[in-house]
């Protein structure tokens, strides 16, 4: 069973910056469009942005131009750089397959708090 592990969260103050992480067990993933969620309490989770297996991407807007996706497929990881952090930014941020009937159980997600 393939799992995801995310990491790189924090308590930062808004302008600033993060770098998320999600290690993927499995080899299967280097084929699959991978993504990055956010969830914040009761409401459901929200894509943030996606990356193909060659390297193309789509950022929602609210996080265009402060926000990049990236993968090393040879280490099966996927990465979220997020830059000028806003208060409305803090959730708890996943990553898993953007397709759902390829997805793996969700990981325990990493935690971003933006706040002063």
């Known amino acids: 069973q393939v799992q995801l592990v995310e990491s790189g969260g924090g308590l930062v103050q808004p302008g600033g910056s993060l770098r998320l992480s999600c290690a993927a067990s499995a080899n299967v993933f280097r084929a699959y469009i991978m993504a990055w969620f956010r969830q914040t309490p009761g409401k459901q989770r929200e894509l943030v942005a996606t990356i193909t297996s060659g390297g193309k991407t789509n950022l929602t807007d609210s996080v265009k131009g402060r926000f990049t996706i990236s993968r090393d497929n040879a280490k099966n990881m996927v990465y979220l750089q997020m830059n000028s952090l806003k208060p409305e930014d803090t959730a708890v941020y996943y990553c898993?397959?953007?397709?759902?009937?390829?997805?793996?159980?969700w990981g325990q997600g990493t935690q971003v708090t933006v706040s002063s």
């Open positions: 898993n397959a953007a397709l759902p009937l390829v997805r793996a159980d």
